[in-house]
Structures are given as C-alpha cells and as structure tokens.
C-alpha cells in the first residue's frame, strides 16, 4: 500500500512540474524609464480599453487587429507621454523585444496622439480571433506602416530608454 | 609598454646539436654571440599591457557587448588565452576549453557532442568561438547574459571539464606562471573564479573573423563565381513564386555581414523536440525546441551541424530547410508556408540551387581566422 502512495505522489509530482514547464502564461515586462514596472498577461490585457486598426497582411488583404493603444500601457506605466513629452524627454524610446530576441524600436513621439493620428496597438486577436501560437499572444501593429518589419510578434518585453 | 615575467612561457628552446667537425670552434664562437645577443635583448617573455583596440570592419557596427566590470586589456587577454588553453583546469588535466574549441575547426570540435573529462558526453553541439563580441546571449538556449557567466559552466560542469572552481583556484595558485600574471592583470596575485572567468572572457572577444572571401567581397577586394553570386542572390532573398522570385530566405535569420543576428528559433527539426530549449527556462510551450540562430561564420568547418549535431553534412542542412520541416506549435512563423512554388510549404529548392548555396556558404571560410598565431595555444612551447 505503502509503495502504491509512493508511486501515486510521484506521479502527481511528476504531472505538476509538467504542467509548470508546459503551460505558464506568456506575459509582458514593461520596464525602463517607468515610475510603474508592469507585467501584463491575459486578465490585465483586458482591462484596457480595447481598440481596432486594420492593416493589410502578407496575404494582401486588409485583416483587422484588437487590442490595446501601446500609449495607454505607457501611460499606465507613467511614462512621460502627452503634455510631460517634451524637452529632454524627446530623447526617450520603446525597445520592444520578442520572445525570439528580435528587437523593435519607436520614438515616444511616434506613439503619441499629440503628434500624429497613426495608431500603435498591442494585438491580441485578428479577424476576432486570438493570434495563432507563432505570433502571439501579443503583436504590435503599426497602422499604415508599408513593412511589417515592426509589427513585431510574440512581444515579451517593452522598455523605456533615453537615447545614450 | 612591456612588462616582463620571471617565468619561462612562449619561448622555444631548441637543442641544437654540434656537429663533430674541425670547425667546433667557429660553432662555438657563433653560440657564444648568439647567447649574448639573446641575454641582451631578453629571454624573459614580455606581457603586452595596456587597452586592447579591437579591430574590425565598420560593416559589422559598434553594437558591442563588453561588461563595464571587465574592459578588454592587452594583459588580460594575454592571461585569457593561456587560461583558454590550460588543461590543468580540468579533473584530469587534459582538458582545456582548447579541446571542445579548435581552432583549426574554427573553435569547434568536428564532434556530434563533444568528450568531456570521464569520457561523458556533453548535452549540445560545441558552439563556434567567433565574432563573440557582438552577442549578448549565450549557450543554444541563451540563457547567459555574459561571456564571463557562460565561461563557469563547462569549466565545472561533470561531463565537460568537471572541476570546481576552488580546485581549479588552488591548481594555479600552485603554479609558477600564474600568480604573477594574475597580479599584472589585476593588481595582486589573488586568483579567483571571477578573475579566471573575466580573463577567459578577454581572450574569447578577441576572436574576431572578419576576413572571409564575403568579406572581401563586401570590399570589393574579390570577384564571386557564377555560382557564389546566384547562391548570395538566394541566401539573399525570400521566396516569392507568384512574382517568379526564388529564394532561400536565409538572411530571415543570418543577414548582415556578420550572418548573425542575434535570434532564437524553432526551425523545424522535431515535430516534439527531445530537447525543450529555452523552454526550460521560460516555461512557455512556443519555446520548445527553441535555440540559438548560430553564426554562419567558417559554416563550412564546424560540421556537424544543429544543437545535437544531427547533420553531417551542408547538405543535409540545406535539403532540411528545403523539404524536411516538421510542423509544431512552436515552430517559427518565418517557416511556415515559405516555399518557391505556389500554394508551397517548404522551400523546394532546385538541386542545382542547393549547389549554388552551398558554394555561398563556402565564402564564409576565413583561413586567416583559423590559422591566426594570436588565438592558437601558447603552452605548446611553454614549462609551466
């Protein structure tokens, strides 16, 4: 009896350290010149504001992206956006990383609706459904940028930096 | 500037022999100048000391990684090589970090897994030593943010040279040579793992490969073949069939003149890797199978190829990417549906165009790399 509890706990233990490696939540660092480090996973993607841009694929067609204004993160994180986004704070950018280690980056300026119209969001969903595993589950979509080249996939971290 | 060290390292001494002839005097007499000449200019080996400038293309940027804590110093990376080449850090002492990477192979083994002490088996392919200078992630799955961090591991790790750093301290606290290096390099003559590690790391960021046949290329000093150019032109570009446009898509992943960057990949070798990668650490299942991008530097001498070291051949590589792809959750984006013929989904390249790839990879072979003086063993002359 004593050896079948042995077992039983082993293989109990051997299914939690499984399940640890296998299915731990993909999230995002938000770090640097912030007064607030974040980590957001799923739940605390969902209590932004959502949002849409539409954006033509590889495929050529438009396909519509839902997620979250970058700005909103930033501002939440108290990064230095809207009327405190001047003078040295210019100087400042977003270095987006994946978890593949390809690196992205962005002026503040560029994400902010005080200078210009274009929308960069944080996507978690495309065409209503959550982005497949090779991009997700978080991408940026730059609305209207020619290249994907910065629509950069499977975003694990996000860092403010003054320019050196 | 020079410092010089008491004991005799670097140096040959040759026997010379003295043939029995009526003209002993006169070899006598040259001996004696010779000697004196010697003596007069010193036959204790000097350390070079001060800054070490790195010297490398502009093409290859200034995105280099150096720890604020370990500047580069023409005395650190003099100790750094010998400690690169000593097998006394080894259980056995007859292991080096020389052994797993050859020069000759540039700074590989020419192994599957490479042997360590004890004859155990390392768990990955012996990466290739070049152009380290520029990384910021370490080991297939990247899981060190230093050189000075990765150096610690197969110094002390069972299957590789399987010493612990203590052992390792007090072995070169024992010897003649160190001690004075050590205090040359650092100001005492403390020996630590950390100043082991520090000076290892020097050595290791010198080595730089940066004259290829692409290389010359990229300067205009060298004119490819037919058959180089069509394979830099697929090397080069995606494939794109309704345009008519064949590609290989390889700078996805090992574009620049340096053919790294810096990436980490599933690239389709298992449809569930044996090896979890760097989702041990993460824990994220996209990262299963997931390691290091290497640098297709010298690609041609460090067979066999893949972080198991499955593939013998470049060609074998080649028709993996071309055919062989396995379909998996964490398999890279940039792998999925990229094929040279509609509707595709694998590369299918032609066999002639494998050729011509291939005769592209082999630009990437710099002989002056492998066969530099400045990174080969320097205890092959040396009592210590």
Redesign the interface.
């Known amino acids: 009896m004593k050896k079948y509890t042995i077992v039983l706990l082993l293989l109990i233990a051997g299914l939690t350290t499984n399940a640890q490696t296998a299915t731990k939540e993909a999230v995002i660092k938000v770090t640097g010149e912030v007064t607030t480090p974040l980590t957001i996973g799923n739940a605390e993607f969902q209590q932004y504001k959502q949002t849409t841009v539409t954006r033509k694929d590889r495929d050529g067609k438009d396909h519509t992206y839902s997620g979250v204004l970058v700005s909103d993160i930033l501002g939440k994180a108290g990064v230095t956006l809207g009327p405190e986004l001047r003078g040295e704070n210019l100087a400042k950018y977003l270095l987006v990383e994946a978890s593949d280690g390809y690196q992205v980056l962005f002026a503040l300026a560029e994400l902010d609706k005080g200078f210009t119209d274009r929308t960069i969001i944080l996507a978690d969903k495309v065409d209503g459904q959550p982005l497949v595993p090779a991009d997700g589950p978080f991408r940026i979509i730059v609305q209207d940028e020619k290249k994907p080249a910065r629509c950069i996939k499977q975003v694990t971290a996000m860092k403010v930096m003054f320019a050196k | 500037m020079k410092r010089k060290v008491k004991d005799n390292h670097e140096i040959k001494h040759k026997q010379s022999s003295f043939p029995r002839t009526g003209k002993v005097y006169l070899v006598l007499c040259l001996l004696f100048v010779i000697t004196g000449l010697t003596a007069y200019t010193g036959t204790e080996p000097v350390v070079p000391m001060g800054d070490y400038v790195f010297n490398y293309p502009a093409n290859f940027g200034n995105r280099i990684n150096v720890p604020a804590d370990n500047p580069t110093t023409q005395q650190g990376v003099y100790l750094g090589r010998l400690l690169f080449y000593e097998p006394k850090l080894s259980a056995t002492n007859a292991i080096s970090c020389g052994n797993c990477h050859q020069q000759s192979k540039a700074f590989t083994d020419g192994r599957a897994l490479s042997i360590g002490v004890n004859n155990g088996l390392a768990t990955r392919n012996s990466m290739s030593l070049a152009n380290l200078l520029w990384a910021r992630?370490f080991f297939w799955d990247?899981r060190a943010a230093s050189l000075e961090d990765q150096v610690l591991f197969p110094l002390t790790n069972p299957h590789e040279m399987g010493q612990s750093i203590q052992v390792s301290v007090q072995k070169l606290s024992n010897t003649k040579l160190y001690p004075g290096l050590f205090k040359i390099v650092y100001g005492d003559s403390t020996i630590t793992g950390d100043r082991i590690a520090k000076a290892i790391a020097q050595f290791e960021r010198t080595l730089i490969s940066a004259n290829s046949r692409y290389d010359q290329y990229l300067r205009n000093a060298y004119k490819p073949t037919g058959d180089e150019l069509k394979g830099m032109e697929l090397f080069n570009r995606g494939p794109d069939p309704e345009k008519g446009i064949r590609g290989a898509n390889c700078t996805h992943c090992h574009g620049g003149p340096k053919t790294y960057l810096?990436?980490?990949?599933n690239n389709g070798l298992d449809s569930i890797s044996k090896d979890?990668g760097?989702?041990?650490f993460?824990?994220?299942?996209?990262?299963r199978g997931?390691f290091k991008v290497p640098t297709l530097r010298n690609i041609a001498l460090t067979a066999p190829y893949m972080h198991d070291g499955r593939f013998k051949t470049l060609d074998e590589v080649v028709d993996h990417y071309s055919e062989h792809i396995k379909q998996s959750?964490?398999?890279?984006?940039f792998l999925?549906g990229e094929s040279n013929e509609v509707g595709g989904h694998s590369l299918k390249l032609l066999p002639k165009e494998k050729k011509q790839l291939i005769a592209f990879l082999n630009m990437l072979t710099d002989s002056t790399f492998i066969t530099d003086k400045r990174f080969g063993n320097p205890h092959q002359s040396t009592k210590n």
């Open positions: 992630k990247g810096e990436l980490f990949h979890e760097m989702a041990a993460t824990g994220l299942v996209t990262d997931r959750v964490s398999l890279s984006a999925q």
